[in-house]
């Protein structure tokens, strides 16, 4: 975790400093003309980027950085993070130093997967209060209970991305093949849920997207969200995570 306190600092005021030309871009436009926008577009483009409620803070705030930082943006980064772990050391021939120690290999892999909770939980503690204060500033409202509970229910979705991200460390011996793997595996994942929400005969499709189950728009808008969500990614999260163990358990170093 301390290895990753710079990183983490850089990406929380990155991310604050974009909410805060969102917060600010939108008290200069005019939301009838966005509402007006909106009723033009395709339902499936309204829901794939989030944008069903344009013409408010929340809906803005939905579409413009909870459905791309959020969902697309964060998903990605904490995969490609968590994908070079394992396979860097692997690649660098560090492994097997660390494995010298007295350490087990599943020890060495849950904590390096802990180490990825700090920016994880720093991310939306801060950015939390700074959405939450620059919207009170240009003179909106927004519920502070949906902005935490939408906050608070990204963290099993960021979970299943970096856990995603594991299991492909672990699969392969070189961190740039995992790294991009993870990335276009969240990027495909995204797509997926986003193009056959209207698609009736391959609607199951989306049931196998984490993004699916992590809708932050109608939680910012109404608290409308279900428990039952975030308890199927917490154990998609489980299990990719038992996965990663017993590849790395069985795999030669």
Known sequence: ???????????????????????????LLDPEAFKQVAQSLPPAMLEAFGMQAIGSIGGFLGGQIYTFVWLLGLGIYFAYTAAGTIAS???????????????????????????LLLPMTVLNIVVGGVTYGLVLAIGETIDPMHLALAHLLSIPYLLVCAAIG???SVLVDRAA????????????????????????SVAWLRYISPTHYYQPTPILL????????????????????????????????
Not at 177 to 199: D, K, N, P
Not at 233 to 242: D, E, N, R, T
């Open 1 to 27: 975790m301390g290895r990753r306190l710079r990183g983490t600092v850089v990406l929380t005021v990155g991310v604050s400093l974009y909410t805060a030309f969102i917060v600010w871009y939108f008290s």
């Open 89 to 115: 050391d692997i690649e660098n021939d560090r492994m097997d130093l660390l494995l010298s120690f007295p350490v087990s290999r599943s020890q060495l892999l849950l904590e390096k997967f802990a180490s």
């Open 166 to 168: 594991m299991v492909l």
């Open 177 to 200: 093949i995992a790294e991009r793997a993870a990335m276009g595996a969240i990027f495909v994942l995204w797509m997926v849920e986003s193009a056959v929400g209207t698609a009736e």
């Open 222 to 253: 109404t608290g409308t969200y279900e428990l039952m969500d975030a308890g199927i990614l917490l154990a998609g999260f489980l299990g990719l995570l038992i996965i990663a163990q017993v590849l790395f358990q069985r795999r030669d170093i």
